[in-house]
Nanobody, 117 residues
Framework: QVQLRESGGGLVQAGGSLRLSCTAP????????MAWYRQAPGKQRELVAS???????NYGDDVKGRFTISRASAGNTVYLQMNSLKPEDTAVYYC???????????WGQGTQVTVSS
């Protein structure tokens, strides 16, 4: 079992930046794919960004050009650099890991990001 731990959420003004981190402490194997999702109140969970095998990245349309996903050079850590934040980016952000048959196997507990106008 892999436990994911997110950090870096908080309250920021519109136009500001935040950096989220997700680690898998104690994992015995190297995680090949990781991603960030978010869920706003009353909305479905949606993909923010994914970092797949071979370094291939994918972004949700709403965050392209503003957010950047990256992996640490060593260890099971993924980052999400969020710039030019907007109030509509307010959501709980979840880390996901290990994509198997089109689904993510492991999920974190989430970290709240609130962007004030």
């Amino acid at each position: 079992q892999v436990q994911l731990r997110e950090s870096g959420g908080g309250l920021v003004q519109a136009g500001g930046s935040l950096r989220l981190s997700c680690t898998a402490p104690g994992s015995r194997f190297s995680i090949s794919a990781m991603a960030w999702y978010r869920q706003a109140p009353g909305k479905q969970r949606e993909l923010v960004a994914s970092h797949l095998i071979g370094g291939y990245t994918n972004y949700g349309d709403d965050v392209k050009g503003r957010f950047t996903i990256s992996r640490a050079s060593a260890g099971n850590t993924v980052y999400l650099q969020m710039n030019s934040l907007k109030p509509e980016d307010t959501a709980v952000y979840y880390c996901a890991a290990e994509r198997i048959s089109g689904s993510w196997k492991y999920w974190g507990q989430g970290t709240q990001v609130t962007v004030s106008s």
